[in-house]
Structure formats: structure tokens, C-alpha cells
């Protein structure tokens, strides 16, 4: 078995696909691993580390197509909507791709890499089961959205975090909102209280109360009726725009009293919804912060603009892209460990590959197959007939989100 790391290709991406303890995981198994010159520099990841862990630094990318029978990737096909198609002339037909591939928002790229006979794995469709929690990629990059985005936040605004007294007075705490507390909104509430702002935070779900008193924070609660405001994996489900309306009403005076703002609610292949509307904008301090980590989709803020930072009647707002790639060396650690226990499902004890689709997560997670799109949501959204024979996979849940408008 022979296993490529190219370098990424798309703008901005600093992370590599495996760290060198990842590769030291398979090298142990005798398993060949090529990756690309330079490919881990950006992420603090010299060449020299990844040959003292047994892999073989190729210069040439076409040589690690060209010889590798699985290909590692962070950004790939449907991912990478800028130049991938750069990477799908060099598939060849039984050829594995693993990699994040956009696939509900991008389902068309996992047709195009079955027609040249490669498969394809999109790990963002990891099931949200036990014991796929350490393959979850989407929950790792989540982890680390959610720190730097308080780390932007507090570069971003003109106040401190914590309290001080001083000689020259008292300086009052900042106080910080997370809107959606999934992953990325729960590592955002305990890294503000670490920084010692007053922290809350609202999200839809009723359970999600717990969750945000044990990092600390204080919970929103708004008069609404949020009994069916729950869905399935936990995750908060669409609400009709009568209810919306008055979150937004009562959400205007919390919002109003806010230094920070930090908003979370990404949807994987739909538009992000609305959870700061221009109104609140208004209402807000002079001087205050929105860091909108939904930039990418549309931003959870009427004013956000994807890449930029806008200042709008005197508050700032952040739309930041690609925020794990900021910290590109924890995050490749992170998502190299969840591609390493794939790895360790999919292949068998002589290091060979068995894609076996009675397993929901090899069932849920592959695109591409032999020619064809197996995966039965996926061909629902490109309008291919069902296969009888498939196994209806567990789909991801989509990133936690604070109250939606959609999905």
C-alpha cells in the first residue's frame, strides 16, 4: 500500500493532510507514505520530521499520483472549487481520494471523480456516532474556529477581556455573546471566560442550557417557545419566520449590551441564516466586535463580508476565512489523527484497502465508487435514481448553529 500527501493547492491553505507522528502510525505498519516537498512547512512541519518518521519526500506532484493507490488531502474535490481540477487529471481508476470535499454544498464533484474510475471519501459526512468521534474532522476544525475566533475578537476591539484594578482606576470586564453553541460556540464561551469576560450565550435548543453553564457561561433565555426547536443529532432544526421575527425583537436588547459578538451558525451546503440583522448592528455599542465564522457562506450578519473586516455605524465586523488554517499546526495534528483512525477502519491488517459498505461509516463517508455515486443522499441531491441495494447512510449533522432559517 502506497499512501501520497500532496502539497494543497488551494489559496490560503496552510494545513497538511497528516504530522509526522500520523505518518510514524503507518510507516510502523510498513506502509509507504510519499509526501510532497515542502508540503508541512507552512504548518511548522519541516520535511526532516517527516523522514525521520519513514516517509519519502517526492518533488514531483504527478509522481505521487502517479504511484500512490490512496491520496490524503485537507481541501479536495468540491472543496476546492478554485484549481482542483488540476489534481483530477492525474486520478486514475481504482485510486482512493480522501480530503473535506464540500460534498451538500458541491455534490457534482463527487461525480466527476467517480467518472475517472477513482473513489472518494468526504469527511465532513462522518456519522455523528461513538465510535466515529475521533474521525470527526468537522468537529476538530470547530474546536479550533471557535478559540481564534476570541483571539480576533479581543485583536479586533478597543476594550480588554478581563477585569482590572489599577492605579489609574478599575477597568470593567468585556462582555462577550456566542450565538450557536456546537463545538465552535462552546470552545468560544470557555476561551472568552478563560480571557475573563463576562460570557453568554444563547442558542436555540433547550439542552443546550447544560452545556453552556459547564464552560462557564450564562445562558440567554428569551420568552419563546423553543419545544420543538430541536432536531435530529441534537442540532437545532428551521423555525418559521414568526418565530424568528421575535428572537430577532428580543435578541435586539441583549445583542445592545454586547462588546463581542461571535457568531457560529454555518450550514454545510446552504446559505448561512441571518442571526444579526443590520437593526441590531445599529443598536449596538460604538467600538463593538462581531467575528462572524459563518463568513464563508454568507455570514450570519447582514454586513458581513467574506474575507474582510467592514466597520458599519461604528461596530465592527470580521468575516475571517478558513480560520483553521490560522493554526495550521494544531490543526493538521487534529485532522491527521482523525485521517489516521480512518485509516485504521479501511484498511485491513496487511495494510491493504477494504471499503467495506455494511460499516455506516464507510457507507456514509465514500462519494465515488467504481464509476458511480453510491451514497444515497448524495445522489438524491444530483438527481440520480436510487440504488436499491444501498444502505441509507447516517448523514453528518450540520455545524452547530444558533436559531435558523434554513434547515
Known amino acids: 500500500m502506497i499512501i501520497g500527501i500532496p502539497t494543497e493547492i488551494k489559496t490560503g491553505e496552510k494545513r497538511i493532510a497528516m504530522s509526522p507522528t500520523n505518518v510514524q502510525s503507518l510507516t510502523d505498519r510498513s506502509i509507504?507514505?510519499?509526501?510532497?516537498?515542502?508540503?508541512?512547512?507552512?504548518?511548522?512541519?519541516?520535511?526532516?520530521?517527516?523522514?525521520?518518521?519513514?516517509?519519502?519526500?517526492?518533488?514531483?506532484?504527478t509522481e505521487i499520483f502517479a504511484s500512490a493507490?490512496?491520496?490524503?488531502?485537507?481541501?479536495?474535490?468540491?472543496?476546492?472549487?478554485?484549481?482542483?481540477?488540476?489534481?483530477?487529471?492525474?486520478?486514475?481508476?481504482g485510486q482512493?481520494?480522501?480530503?473535506?470535499?464540500?460534498?451538500?454544498?458541491?455534490?457534482?464533484?463527487?461525480?466527476?471523480?467517480?467518472?475517472?474510475?477513482a473513489s472518494a471519501i468526504a469527511l465532513e459526512l462522518v456519522p455523528r456516532i461513538s465510535r466515529a468521534q475521533s474521525m470527526d474532522v468537522l468537529s476538530s476544525m470547530a474546536t479550533l474556529s471557535g478559540y481564534?475566533?476570541?483571539?480576533?475578537?479581543?485583536?479586533?476591539?478597543?476594550?480588554?477581556?478581563?477585569?482590572?484594578?489599577?492605579?489609574a482606576g478599575t477597568l470593567q470586564p468585556a462582555r462577550v455573546l456566542i450565538m450557536g453553541v456546537g463545538v465552535a460556540g462552546l470552545q468560544a464561551c470557555a476561551t472568552a471566560k478563560r480571557l475573563g469576560a463576562i460570557v453568554e450565550a444563547y442558542d436555540v435548543r433547550p439542552a443546550?442550557?447544560?452545556?453552556?453553564?459547564?464552560?462557564?457561561?450564562?445562558?440567554?433565555?428569551?420568552?419563546?417557545?423553543?419545544?420543538?426547536?430541536?432536531?435530529?443529532?441534537?442540532?437545532?432544526?428551521?423555525?418559521?419566520?414568526?418565530?424568528?421575527?421575535?428572537?430577532?425583537?428580543?435578541?435586539?436588547?441583549?445583542?445592545?449590551?454586547?462588546?463581542?459578538?461571535?457568531?457560529?451558525a454555518a450550514i454545510p451546503g446552504a446559505k448561512s441564516p441571518i442571526l444579526v440583522t443590520e437593526d441590531m448592528v445599529?443598536?449596538?455599542?460604538?467600538?463593538?466586535?462581531?467575528?462572524?465564522?459563518?463568513?464563508?457562506?454568507?455570514?450570519?450578519?447582514?454586513?458581513?463580508?467574506?474575507?474582510?473586516?467592514?466597520?458599519?455605524?461604528?461596530?465592527?465586523?470580521?468575516?475571517?476565512?478558513?480560520?483553521?488554517?490560522?493554526?495550521?499546526y494544531h490543526a493538521s495534528q487534529m485532522y491527521g489523527k482523525n485521517m489516521q483512525t480512518l485509516l485504521e477502519l479501511i484498511l485491513d491488517e496487511n495494510g491493504d484497502l477494504n471499503l467495506d459498505f455494511s460499516d455506516e461509516i464507510v457507507a456514509g463517508t465514500v462519494v465515488a465508487h467504481k464509476g458511480d455515486v453510491p451514497h444515497a443522499h448524495m445522489r438524491k441531491l444530483l438527481g440520480l435514481t436510487e440504488i436499491?441495494?444501498?444502505?441509507?447512510?447516517?448523514?453528518?449533522a450540520p455545524a452547530p448553529v444558533a436559531p435558523t432559517d434554513k434547515k
Do not use: W
Open 32 to 61: 509507504k507514505v510519499l509526501i510532497q516537498e515542502n508540503s508541512g512547512s507552512a504548518a511548522g512541519y519541516p520535511d526532516g520530521e517527516y523522514i525521520a518518521a519513514g516517509a519519502i519526500i517526492i518533488t514531483d506532484r
Open 69 to 93: 493507490d490512496i491520496i490524503l488531502q485537507v481541501q479536495s474535490f468540491g472543496s476546492n472549487n478554485e484549481n482542483s481540477e488540476l489534481d483530477l487529471a492525474l486520478l486514475r481508476s
Open 96 to 117: 482512493l481520494v480522501i480530503g473535506m470535499m464540500d460534498p451538500l454544498a458541491s455534490p457534482q464533484a463527487a461525480q466527476t471523480v467517480a467518472a475517472t474510475g
Open 148 to 167: 481564534k475566533a476570541v483571539l480576533i475578537g479581543a485583536s479586533a476591539s478597543p476594550r480588554i477581556f478581563p477585569m482590572l484594578m489599577t492605579a
Open 208 to 264: 443546550a442550557r447544560e452545556q453552556i453553564i459547564s464552560v462557564g457561561a450564562k445562558p440567554v433565555e428569551l420568552d419563546l417557545d423553543t419545544g420543538e426547536s430541536e432536531g435530529a443529532g441534537g442540532y437545532a432544526k428551521a423555525q418559521g419566520e414568526d418565530f424568528l421575527r421575535r428572537q430577532r425583537e428580543l435578541m435586539t436588547a441583549v445583542v445592545a449590551e454586547q462588546d463581542i459578538i461571535i457568531t457560529t
Open 282 to 328: 445599529i443598536a449596538m455599542k460604538p467600538g463593538a466586535v462581531i467575528v462572524d465564522l459563518a463568513a464563508e457562506r454568507g455570514g450570519n450578519c447582514d454586513l458581513t463580508e467574506q474575507g474582510k473586516t467592514v466597520v458599519a455605524h461604528d461596530v465592527t465586523i470580521v468575516g475571517p476565512e478558513n480560520v483553521p488554517s490560522d493554526l495550521a
Open 388 to 396: 436499491k441495494a444501498s444502505v441509507e447512510p447516517k448523514q453528518q
